[in-house]
């Protein structure tokens, strides 16, 4: 063996051991809160494209509906056209007739 060592020896040895422990639970507790900070943020970023996803949604069924309601006014105007363009058909061939003398 070798030979022994003294007393202030083994004190500075375990000063050293126990400044190491102290740091690396200090190192520790900085990664732990390190990991609960992109937990946290991995949550939120989730939540947020869940929010997104459902707006999309709500996003797409409001598009389907101003379709439908523009389809609604342009189907709307292409019937008064129609009737327009149909009583001033009937007014020429009237007249037409009227002056042929039917």
């Given at each position: 063996m070798?030979?022994?060592i003294?007393?202030?020896e083994?004190?500075?040895f375990?000063?050293?051991?126990e ?18 900070q992109?937990?946290n ?10 929010n997104?996803?459902s ?6 069924q409001?598009?389907?509906?101003l379709?439908?309601?523009?389809g609604?006014d342009?189907?709307?105007?292409r ?17 037409l ?6």
């Amino acid at each position: 063996m070798g030979d022994p060592i003294s007393r202030e020896e083994h004190e500075e040895f375990r000063k050293r051991i126990e400044a190491e422990d102290n740091r690396q639970n200090r190192r520790i507790e900085l990664l732990e809160k390190s990991v609960e900070q992109f937990t946290n943020l991995t949550t939120a970023v989730q939540k947020l494209a869940d929010n997104m996803e459902s707006m999309l949604k709500e996003q797409e069924q409001q598009g389907e509906r101003l379709e439908k309601l523009e389809g609604r006014d342009g189907e709307k105007w292409r019937n008064v056209t129609g009737y327009i363009i149909t009583f001033v058909l009937g007014l020429a061939i009237s007249y037409l007739f009227k002056t042929a003398g039917f």
